[in-house]
């Protein structure tokens, strides 16, 4: 991928404006498709992240996009976001992103870094989840259970619906569907 973007960027330099009309060229073609995949994961990403509720105050997230997409995607959870103190987590690129309203940055209030394996497994594992979040993710959990139909698995109707609008790998991140739901309505 990294040699196919170094190619391009030098075919750009020579070809100048002419590049755009070489749309049948094997490297804009491959260079095209990069863009659009990596496009697509930072939609997912943006969909697909949910946070959850620390005892700190501060939000978490933890999501596992096919590209590195929290680079591209952090000024986006920053403008969203507000006032609010974040942390998002791509443990598979071992990079985040911090966001504290305007006191990490100049301009822009959030950091993204690189993470050795050690820090990404400590920011993964290492988190409190308030009382209030615990509640939430309970109620969710008994919306989805009151409104899913029982059997729906892969071969029944419905189920390629399900995958069609969030993709089966993103199924794992669902913080409300987690372990810890369970144990909140059981105690509840």
Not at 60 to 76: C, Q
Not at 103 to 121: E, F, I, M, N
């Amino acid at each position: 991928m990294a040699e196919a973007v170094h190619l391009y960027v030098r075919k750009a330099f020579s070809e100048g404006s002419r590049l755009r009309s070489l749309i049948n060229d094997e490297l804009v073609v491959e260079v095209d498709q990069l863009a659009r995949s990596v496009l697509s994961e930072c939609e997912h990403t943006k969909q697909f992240a949910r946070f959850s509720l620390l005892s700190d105050g501060s939000l978490f997230s933890s999501i596992r996009p096919k590209a590195d997409t929290i680079p591209l995607t952090a000024s986006y959870f920053a403008t969203r976001m507000g006032e609010e103190r974040f942390c998002i987590v791509d443990p598979t690129h071992r990079s985040a992103a911090f966001h504290d309203s305007g006191k990490l940055g100049r301009q822009k209030g959030y950091a993204v870094v690189r993470l050795d394996q050690a820090s990404t497994d400590a920011l993964v594992s290492g988190k409190e989840l308030s009382a209030d979040e615990l509640a939430v993710r309970a109620l969710w959990r008994r919306f989805y259970e009151s409104v899913s139909l029982s059997g729906r698995d892969v071969s029944e109707r419905g189920y390629d619906l399900r995958t069609q609008l969030m993709p089966r790998r993103f199924w794992g991140g669902l913080s409300e569907l987690g372990p810890q739901a369970d144990e909140f309505a059981r105690k509840a």
